[in-house]
């Protein structure tokens, strides 16, 4: 099974601040999640990406996946406190779908500093 | 409205005592899976199901044993042959049929052995 490697591990942020998250896979990604975690709960989807070069966003919130499909980078704007929380991307190994389950990255904990 | 339960959100065991851990979702969803998350390792599959009355082996299966009866439901048991059960677990499900779609996450069993 393909790994994907997060970077960083943690990040603290000053509140107001722009930050990036990066989720690299040593194979092509067919399917690319974000997902955030709160602490002890449920994932909350975030966004999914599929094509190489794209690009979506939702609120201050973009994630993009390289053109290699290899690589995906998720990106806050002005940061807020209610963006901290663990961040998971999680990938499919295969091309015909993601029903056998996905492969998650370790998470990046995000702190936000007031 | 429509989604997935986990159940109890916490529950303690004694060594050497097998535990279920309730997962049911009304999303009318084919393929369901149980994760695993332990500090430091990000989200590890255990079993998935992409059909009612079966099910495979995930990662990290052994130690667990799974039914689904009903498409509904996929419970989860952690058997006295786990020998470090102590995570937290997360539930999920899809509309799987071989498409890169976008799995509900349950809010997570924390199981802790007393």
């Known amino acids: 099974s393909q790994e994907l490697e997060q970077s960083p591990q943690s990040l603290i942020v000053q509140e107001g601040k722009n930050l990036t998250i990066n989720c690299t896979s040593s194979?092509?990604?067919?399917?690319l999640y974000w997902y955030k975690q709160k602490y002890g709960e449920g994932l909350i989807f975030l966004m999914m990406?599929?094509?190489?070069?794209e690009e979506k966003s939702h609120e201050k919130i973009t994630a993009k996946l390289d053109e290699k499909k290899q690589q995906s980078s998720l990106h806050i704007t002005a940061s807020q406190p209610s963006h901290a929380g663990i961040y998971l991307c999680?990938?499919?190994?295969?091309?015909?779908?993601?029903?056998?389950?996905?492969?998650f990255g370790k998470g990046t904990h995000l702190i936000i500093q007031p | 409205d429509g989604g997935i339960t986990q159940s109890p959100k916490y529950l303690f065991r004694k060594e050497g005592q097998n535990v279920t851990l309730s997962c049911e979702q009304n999303l009318n969803h084919d393929a369901m899976y149980w994760y695993r998350q332990d500090p430091g390792q990000g989200l590890r599959l255990i079993y998935y199901?992409?059909?009612?009355?079966?099910?495979q082996k995930g990662d990290i299966a052994e130690g667990y044993s799974v039914s689904r009866e009903k498409k509904e439901s996929f419970p989860l048991t952690v058997t006295s042959a786990q020998k470090n059960p102590t995570a937290f677990y997360l539930c999920?499900?899809?509309?799987?049929?071989?498409?890169?779609?976008?799995?509900?996450f349950g809010q997570g069993t924390r199981l802790t052995v007393v």
């Open positions: 999680g990938a499919d190994e295969y091309s015909g779908g993601g029903a056998d389950g996905l492969t």
């Open positions: 999920a499900s899809s509309i799987g049929g071989g498409m890169n779609t976008e799995a509900f």
């Open positions: 194979k092509t990604l067919y399917g």
């Open positions: 199901s992409q059909i009612v009355n079966d099910f």
């Open positions: 990406l599929q094509k190489g070069g």
